[in-house]
């Protein structure tokens, strides 16, 4: 049965705002429900492990309700990164929220796990601002994973529609040009995600199911 490793931020301030963030959860409950339809394993790793901080639970949402519910006692203890063994995950999912913005791309044990994974043939997939950890990955052979791959992420547009753009320690979209990425996007907050080599991006919560397509799709 494969197995898809969803990576939770462990940052829980919104900058010097006085606001909470954390992992957005539709991020990964949508697609956790694509995965488990198509028989996939679900589990989680976390940059400081335990119990990582949630935004985006949304009252009505009965998809994040179910997802929170059956994997409560996962949530409340997850692992971190160097005590996995890249072999047991055929894709690992880097989940948005604006916390990632602040330890995602420093996440060091978190990005040699993620290289691992692809290297040995698997995916890595990002949504929204879970794409800050891939920036700084890197390959056997010091070449940044994003270099010359299409690549999507929260935008440089939606961080303004939204106000943050001067709370935000970088622009992800820019971060991941830099490094050579493609960047694809779309309108604010329409669904757009691509796939490319084994990489997988949305650029937003709308496109977080799509990614999971997506991914199982690389490794049909």
Known sequence: MPQVLFALTSHGQLGDTGRATGFYVPEVAHPAEVFRAHGWDIAFVSVTGGQSPRDGVKEGDTVTDSFLAAHEGQLANTPTADTLN?????????????????????????SRLAARIYEQGGVVAGVCHGPAGLVN??????????????????????????????????????????????????GNFQEHAVADSRLVTGQNPASAAKV????????A
């Open 212 to 219: 999971a397509e997506l991914v199982i799709a690389e490794l």
């Open 137 to 186: 990955i890197t390959l056997t052979g010091g070449t940044p994973l994003v270099d010359g791959k299409q690549v999507s992420a929260f935008t440089n547009e939606e961080e303004a529609a939204v106000g943050l753009t001067d709370v935000v320690p970088f622009a992800l979209e820019s971060a991941l040009i830099e490094k050579g990425a493609k960047f694809t996007k779309t």
């Open 86 to 110: 890249p072999s047991d995950y055929d894709a690992i999912f880097y989940a948005g929220g604006h916390g990632t913005m602040w330890d995602f791309p420093d996440a060091t044990a978190l």
